[in-house]
Nanobody, 117 residues
Framework: QVQLVESGGGLVQPGGSLRLSCAVS????????MGWYGQAPGKQRDLVAY???????NYADSVKGRFTISRDNAKNTVFLQMMSLKPEDTAVYYC???????????WGQGTQVTVVS
């Protein structure tokens, strides 16, 4: 089992920044990929960014150049640095873990990010 707890969301003005954190606990040795997904009201949950166990990263086109995913292995934490935020970034952001040999993903409870003037 893997437990994920997000933090760092909040209310920010356009152009502002936030850093989301995802604390990972449990059986995390088999994690092959960690990611962040965003779900806006009435919309599906979409991939924002991910980082593999090997350190490769990938981003949605809408956030390239503005968001950065990183991890601190010593602290078992994954971060999403969000810069130049736009109103369309408003969503609940979920931390996701994919584990080798498992078909089901693990999810956190989500953290709300609201970008408004």
């Amino acid at each position: 089992q893997v437990q994920l707890v997000e933090s760092g969301g909040g209310l920010v003005q356009p152009g502002g920044s936030l850093r989301l954190s995802c604390a990972v606990s449990g059986s995390n040795s088999g994690i092959r990929r960690m990611g962040w997904y965003g779900q806006a009201p009435g919309k599906q949950r979409d991939l924002v960014a991910y980082i593999t166990s090997g350190g490769s990263t990938n981003y949605a086109d809408s956030v390239k150049g503005r968001f950065t995913i990183s991890r601190d292995n010593a602290k078992n934490t994954v971060f999403l640095q969000m810069m130049s935020l736009k109103p369309e970034d408003t969503a609940v952001y979920y931390c996701n873990a994919q584990v080798w040999g498992k078909t089901n993903d693990y999810w956190g409870q989500g953290t709300q990010v609201t970008v408004v003037s």
